[in-house]
């Protein structure tokens, strides 16, 4: 028996609640099809969450999930340009016709979907996706170099969350898009960091939920940990990591929202609308975290 699970048309750091309540009871019983054939546009988050499911399946034994590609034209093959498919390949049965495009190493507009396995991995990545992001972010959002600057420390901090807390390996990827509904044609950089690791409520477990008692759960947990920059290590200066992305975000008015379980909570400038805190969402594996960092204001 397979189980299918439809990829929503647009897949985005919010309509991955679509893609969970696909899933079913966890860990399935059945092969799972990812079924993205509708799929007409995907977010760096959408990229990082569907080899996080590959991924999550992958670690639980459980048999090779089949993936069917975009069937509209150019969407498998910017697939391929952003680097999904070359990973995707690794964790799924791919169905529909591949694109041998290359990954887009050098483009303008994105930096690819990369893994992150260890601290050597981040600091290797990180110094070349700042490198190419600080090119992008002077020239693409015209942004100052103190805030180019910046980003690279977000950059560094989402990445060591997934080496220090997930307990196995994750991905990030950095699109830059126009926001012509919500900033008025103001570009944004967008960074999706996804793993397949244990979430935020075991993470902090065993230091935080006597404290919270019956209100500990994913939502909790992840506030403690964003809002109140609460670590599962003792040692002083632990969880300074959302600390100095939020300072970061509040200066430049960026976004910063956290899915880990069942939950979701954002910082939310006043340009978005998305809801602060979400509960009792369809449980997806891991965590997942996306920051937008908008550009310059012309109008400024």
């Known amino acids: ?49 569907l080899l996080t499911l590959g991924q999550a399946l992958a670690e639980l034994g459980a048999p090779t999930p089949e993936l069917a590609l975009p069937a509209a034209d150019g969407v498998a093959s910017y697939w391929a340009k952003a680097g999904v498919l070359r990973d995707a390949e690794k964790l799924f049965q791919v169905h529909g016709k591949v694109p041998r495009r290359r990954v887009d190493e050098t483009s303008d507009i994105l930096l690819p979907l990369t893994i992150i396995r260890n601290v050597a991995d981040v600091m290797e990545i990180v110094g070349r996706l700042t490198e190419h992001a600080t090119q992008i972010l002077k020239h693409e959002l015209e942004l100052e170099p103190s805030v180019v600057g910046g980003f690279g420390q977000s950059l560094s901090e989402a990445c060591q969350n997934i080496v220090e807390h997930a307990g196995t390996a994750g991905w990030v990827a950095v699109h ?8 008025g044609g103001r570009k944004v950089a967008v960074i999706a960091v996804s793993d397949a690791g244990i979430g935020f409520r075991r993470s902090l477990d065993a230091t935080q939920s006597r404290r919270f008692g019956d209100r500990w759960g994913d939502a909790q947990a992840i506030e403690t940990a964003l809002i109140h920059g609460v670590s599962r290590f003792r040692d002083p200066g632990r969880g300074q990591g959302f600390a100095g992305i939020k300072r970061y975000l509040a200066r430049w008015e960026g976004k910063i929202s956290v899915r880990s379980g069942t939950a979701r909570v954002a910082i939310v400038p006043g340009w978005d609308d998305e809801l602060p805190r979400m509960e009792n969402l369809p449980w997806f594996p891991g965590s997942q975290v996306t920051i937008v960092i908008p550009g310059k204001d012309p109008a400024a």
């Open 1 to 49: 028996m397979t189980r299918v699970v439809p990829v929503p048309q647009h897949l985005d750091h919010l309509s991955v609640d679509q893609l969970a309540a696909g899933l079913g009871p966890w860990p399935p019983e059945e092969r799972i099809l990812v079924d993205a054939h509708a799929t007409e546009w995907a977010s760096p988050a959408g990229f990082v969450a």
């Open 176 to 183: 830059v898009y126009v926001y012509r509904r919500r900033l």
